[in-house]
């Protein structure tokens, strides 16, 4: 390796747990530290598939549940070249969702297994860190209304939430469980010492593939 790769942090979690002001935060405090930092979104809802995807949460289309699945998945390999490419001159990565998203919210559906679920991602870069921001759904409850996209509502959140505790088990993958019921700030603390060192053991590894 040229010079020390970036680490890849992911961040997941049920709705209102607080993911994009958490990314939002590392991603300030990683930089004021001066260690180089990008942050993306899954769904990025700005490519051509990102469009489809977006009209399809926004209930502006139908897709079959398979197809979207796939188009979720095609969202994050169409963004692999550039994320290889940024981890390799030594940027850090803060992700707001991925592949576990992507297998929770399908699999959450009548008819999908998990294995079918993930089959499509196998072979993404596999995050150095997974940090799941849990909330019970009673504490969720109390940040608010659900918004009014497709898969906001509670019983689907409920079986969402089932099915990342399922992801969860899997060793294969570095896992953090994060208390979101803290104040912002020690939920913050908290990601950031978990981060700090996953991006000082990523220095030293390989890009591993994920649930290869
Ligand atoms: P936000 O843009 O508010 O995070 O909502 N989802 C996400 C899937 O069903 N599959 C996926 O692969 C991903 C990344 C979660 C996006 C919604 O899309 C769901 C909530």
Partial sequence: MACKRGALIVLEGVDRAGKTTQCKKLFEALQRSGKPAEMMRFPDRTTTIGKLISAYLENKSDLEDHTVHLLFSANRWEMVPLMKKKLEQGTTLVVDRYAFSGVAFTSAKPGFCLDWCKSPDVGLPQPDLVMF??????????????GEERYEKSDFQRAVQNK???????????????????SVEDVHKDIMTHSLNAINCAQNQALAELWK
């Fill in 133 to 146: 921001l849990q909330l019970s759904p009673s504490e969720a409850a109390l940040r608010g209304q659900f």
């Fill in 164 to 182: 990342f505790q399922q992801l969860m088990k899997d060793r294969s993958v570095h896992w953090q469980v994060i208390d979101a019921s803290q």
